[in-house]
Every structure is written in structure tokens, then in C-alpha cells.
């Protein structure tokens, strides 16, 4: 089993439609979650951290299912600028130290 | 808002050169990373860094790579005899503590 695994997407949604990314990861130690974003040949953007109380952050929902290893990441009325690849990301804390393990990403196209 | 930089944004090198990555974190951080990314792949984890010394590196971080934090402001990373498979974007991170902020990346472009 992949350590993050996501939707393999595109999705291609019009604007002002929701859509929702789902994520699993195997490692039940994993303590921090993030969705990043990342434009074409752009570096990640941390769009948003995910708690287990589950956070709003505008049009954007995370949640977070700990007993499901389950993340999830919900846009509502979506806007052509939302289009890009979002990552799921993970954080493995060791000793004190951090390292982040990414998905592959979910590509989002946002049409007129 | 302060931001991870790096230099250069794009290097070519012949195979079997030596490259240095440059990468100057935001100023209040205290843990450091590299991570790569292959075309069309999911980003990779290399090394992370504190206080001076490499906290944790993955398998991909072998004896060919170095990181460096040489004055108060500079973190580096060096590949000392490039190999094709080398070619890939190259993003530093820092980190107060738990969230990551990523630099624009280098390209590295190995021929």
C-alpha cells in the first residue's frame, strides 16, 4: 500500500461546482496533516493544515478520519484560480524531527 | 511575508559534475529540508536539518549528496558527481516547528 494515496484525478469541474479529494495513508503514526497546493512547475503552497475537529478555511473544508487513516479536502464554488494539482501531505514525527511524505497530487481544472 | 529563496532557478550540468543548491531560509526558522521532484512524480523527501547537523535523510540521500548551513543565513546542497537521473526540481523547505514553507525550486538539468 502507497504511504499517501489520493484520487488520480484530473478533475475537471465547472466554475462554481464542489469538489472533494480524498486521501488514505498507511502509516498510523503519522501525527500532522496538509493539503498543499502546486501550480505547473511552481513549488507546494500549504493551502491548509487538517485537524481531527475538522477546519473551514473559506470555500475550503479539510477533515480529518484518524481511525481511517482518512483526509479529505472539499472546495465549494470553485473559481477558475483554483485550478492546480492538490497534494496530500502527511507528517512522521521521529525523535523530534519531522518529514513530510507526499501523495501524487489530484489535478483540478476549473472551466468558464 | 517572508520567504524561502534559492539560487539559482534553473542549472545545466554535464554528468559527473559537481552542483551546489543554495537556499536562503526564512530568517526565524530552525529546521531545514531538501526535497525532489522527478518530472511528472510525487515530491520526495531527502534530508532534514537542526541545530547544525542532519536530523534524517531518506535512501535517496547517499553518499554523493552533502548539506551545509556554512554562515547564519545559507543552506546548501551539494551533489558531488551529478548522474542523469539526478535531473529534477529541487525545493527547500523551513519550518518553525510543524508547517513547511517551500522555496521556488531549482531546476537541474543533467546532460
Known amino acids: 500500500r502507497k504511504e499517501v494515496e489520493q484520487d488520480p484525478g484530473p478533475f475537471n469541474v465547472p466554475e462554481g461546482a464542489t469538489v472533494a479529494f480524498n486521501c488514505t495513508y498507511s502509516?498510523?503514526?503519522?501525527?500532522?496533516f496538509f493539503w498543499y497546493r502546486q501550480d505547473c512547475r511552481k513549488e507546494p503552497k500549504l493551502l491548509m493544515s487538517?485537524?481531527?475537529s475538522g477546519n473551514e478555511d473559506g470555500r475550503f473544508t479539510a477533515q480529518l478520519n484518524r481511525a481511517s487513516q482518512y483526509i479529505s479536502l472539499l472546495i465549494r464554488d470553485s473559481k477558475l484560480s483554483d485550478s492546480a494539482t492538490y497534494l496530500c501531505?502527511?507528517?512522521?514525527?521521529?525523535?523530534?524531527?519531522?518529514?513530510?511524505?507526499f501523495g501524487k497530487g489530484t489535478m483540478l481544472l476549473v472551466s468558464p | 511575508e517572508p520567504e524561502v529563496t534559492q539560487t539559482p532557478s534553473h542549472q545545466v550540468t554535464q554528468m559527473g559534475q559537481e552542483v551546489i543548491l543554495r537556499c536562503v531560509p526564512i530568517?526565524?526558522?530552525?529546521?531545514f529540508y531538501w526535497y525532489r521532484q522527478i518530472l511528472g512524480q510525487k515530491v520526495e523527501f531527502l534530508v532534514s536539518?537542526?541545530?547544525?547537523?542532519?536530523?534524517?535523510k531518506s535512501e535517496i540521500f547517499d553518499d554523493q549528496f552533502s548539506v551545509e548551513r556554512p554562515d547564519g543565513s545559507n543552506f546548501t546542497l551539494k551533489i558531488r558527481s551529478t548522474k542523469l537521473e539526478d535531473s529534477a526540481m529541487y525545493f527547500c523547505?523551513?519550518?518553525?516547528?510543524?508547517?513547511?514553507?517551500f522555496g521556488p525550486g531549482t531546476r537541474l538539468t543533467v546532460l
Open positions: 487538517v485537524y481531527s
Open positions: 502509516n498510523s503514526a503519522s501525527q500532522s
Open positions: 536539518f537542526y541545530n547544525n547537523e542532519i536530523s534524517e
Open positions: 501531505v502527511v507528517n512522521r514525527v521521529n525523535s523530534g524531527y519531522s518529514t513530510l511524505t
Open positions: 523547505a523551513s519550518s518553525p516547528g510543524d508547517e513547511q514553507f
Open positions: 530568517s526565524n526558522h530552525l529546521y
